[in-house]
Nanobody, 121 residues
Framework: QVQLVESGGGLVQSGGSLRLSCEAS????????RGWYRQTPGGSQRELVA???????DYGDSVRGRFTVSGDDAKNSIYLQMATLQPRDTAVYYC???????????????WGQGTQVTVSS
């Protein structure tokens, strides 16, 4: 069973920066991609922030150029560096891993519990 624990959320002023971390634990046969989603207040579903693997990185349109996703395999962690934050970035940010629990199983998506980011104007 894979567990994802986010940290680094909080309150920041408009124009500021914040760095989120996600530490993964547990066993996974293979990782297909990793990254972040968010759900804004009143939002009906989670939206893509950034997902990456060895061959590509995808960013949501609203964060491209301001946010940077990265990983440290030695620490089983990924990060989201957020810059030039705006009130519209206020959301719960979720870490997501997609991979195969075992060789014979299909790709499965895992979620963290989420961390709140609030940007004040």
């Amino acid at each position: 069973q894979v567990q994802l624990v986010e940290s680094g959320g909080g309150l920041v002023q408009s124009g500021g920066s914040l760095r989120l971390s996600c530490e993964a634990s547990g066993n996974m046969f293979s990782i297909h991609s990793r990254g972040w989603y968010r759900q804004t207040p009143g939002g009906s579903q989670r939206e893509l922030v950034a997902m990456f693997n060895n061959s590509r990185t995808d960013y949501g349109d609203s964060v491209r150029g301001r946010f940077t996703v990265s990983g440290d395999d030695a620490k089983n962690s990924i990060y989201l560096q957020m810059a030039t934050l705006q009130p519209r970035d206020t959301a719960v940010y979720y870490c997501r891993y997609e991979g195969r629990p075992s060789r014979l199983e299909a790709i499965y998506g895992y979620w963290g519990q989420g961390t709140q980011v609030t940007v004040s104007s």
